[in-house]
C-alpha cells in the first residue's frame, strides 16, 4: 500500500456554514498531503500525487500501531503564535533534496494533522461512514510532535466564531454518514473561509496577464488578478484619465479609486494573499 497513488476527495466552498447533519473540522492552512504508512516506513504525496518525503524527514520518526494505513491530511509549519504559516510550509516544501530539508527541519519543524482515513491494513474504508473512519483514526493516530488526529465538533456556527476570533483560515463541514470518494469534488465536504476583508487603492494594471496593482496608504499591498469582467471594463474605461506611467508589464495609475477586497492573511512581508475584488468604493 505504501506504493499505491490516489487522488483525494475535493471540497465546494460555500460562503455560510451549512447546518444540519453535518461534522465541523477546522481548515488547516497548509498544503494537502496524504501519509503512507507501512512497517514503519513512511511515504508522503501530494493532492496531485507528486511524491514529497524527502522534503519532510522528521516523518520518518511517526509510529503508528498498525501494518499499513494511508491517511488524508495537511502538512503544516506553526508560527511563533502556533498558527499555521503557509509561508513557511512553502519552504519546507520547495526544498530540493533532504539535506536541505534536515536543515530545515531545526528552523521550521512540519507537523502533519490527520482528518480522514482511506486504508487500514490493506483495506479500503472510504466506503465506510465518516464517524466510523474518524474513530479509527482516533484510535490510531495519537499526538507527538510530528502528527495529530484533527479534532471535531458539533456545532459549526461556534467553531467558525473562534476561528474568525483566532485569525484562522476557516472550517470544513462533513456530512454525517458521508462515504470517502477518492478524486471526486463532493458536496458532502464544504469549506468556509475566514476572509478577511480591506479597503485599498488601485494603483496599476497589469498589461499581460490581467492584474490590478493594490496599494495602502501609499504601500503596495498585493496584485488582484480575480475581478470580474463588468468591473475590470468598467475601470478601464476611467483608469484612461488617470494615467501616470508605464513601462513593458505595467500601466501606473494615481491611486484615487478604492476598492474593497477580500484575502486569506498578511504575508510576513505585509502583503495581502491572494485578494479578490468584492466592490468599489466611492
Known amino acids: 500500500m505504501i506504493n499505491n497513488l490516489l487522488k483525494p476527495m475535493l471540497l465546494h466552498k460555500s460562503d455560510a456554514v451549512p447546518s444540519g447533519d453535518f461534522i465541523y473540522q477546522l481548515k488547516w492552512d497548509g498544503f494537502r498531503c496524504l501519509l503512507h504508512f507501512e512497517k514503519n516506513q513512511v511515504r508522503l504525496f501530494t493532492r496531485n500525487q507528486n511524491e514529497c518525503t524527502l522534503q519532510f524527514p522528521e516523518m520518518k520518526k511517526i509510529q503508528l500501531d498498525v501494518d499499513s494505513v494511508i491517511l488524508d491530511g495537511e502538512m503544516l509549519v506553526l508560527d511563533e503564535e502556533n498558527k499555521p504559516c503557509f509561508e513557511s510550509v512553502m519552504t519546507r516544501f520547495q526544498s530540493s533534496n533532504e539535506f536541505t530539508g534536515r536543515r530545515l527541519m531545526k528552523t521550521l519543524p512540519a507537523h502533519f494533522v ?8 490493506g483495506e479500503d474504508v472510504t466506503k465506510l461512514p465518516i464517524e466510523e473512519r474518524l474513530s479509527m483514526l482516533y484510535e490510531i493516530v495519537h499526538f507527538s510532535p510530528e502528527i495529530s488526529a484533527c479534532e471535531s465538533f458539533e456545532d459549526g456556527q461556534e467553531l467558525f466564531h473562534s476561528v474568525s476570533q483566532m485569525g484562522l483560515e476557516g472550517i470544513v463541514s462533513k456530512k454525517k454518514g458521508s462515504k470517502y470518494y477518492l478524486d471526486m469534488r463532493s458536496h458532502d465536504w464544504i469549506k468556509v473561509k475566514n476572509y478577511q476583508y480591506d479597503v485599498v487603492e488601485i494603483g496599476g494594471i497589469r498589461k499581460g496577464e490581467f492584474a490590478w496593482s493594490l496599494h495602502k496608504e501609499g504601500k503596495y499591498v498585493g496584485t488582484a488578478e480575480f475581478v470580474p469582467s463588468a468591473e ?6 476611467i483608469s484612461k484619465q488617470l494615467i501616470r506611467g508605464e513601462d513593458k508589464e505595467w500601466i501606473y495609475l494615481d491611486p484615487l479609486i478604492k476598492c474593497q477586497v477580500k484575502f486569506q492573511c498578511w504575508t510576513k512581508t505585509g502583503v495581502m494573499r491572494t485578494p479578490s475584488f468584492v466592490k468599489f468604493e466611492f
Open 232 to 237: 475590470r471594463s468598467a475601470f478601464y474605461e
Open 114 to 121: 490527520a482528518y480522514d482515513i482511506l486504508y487500514l491494513n
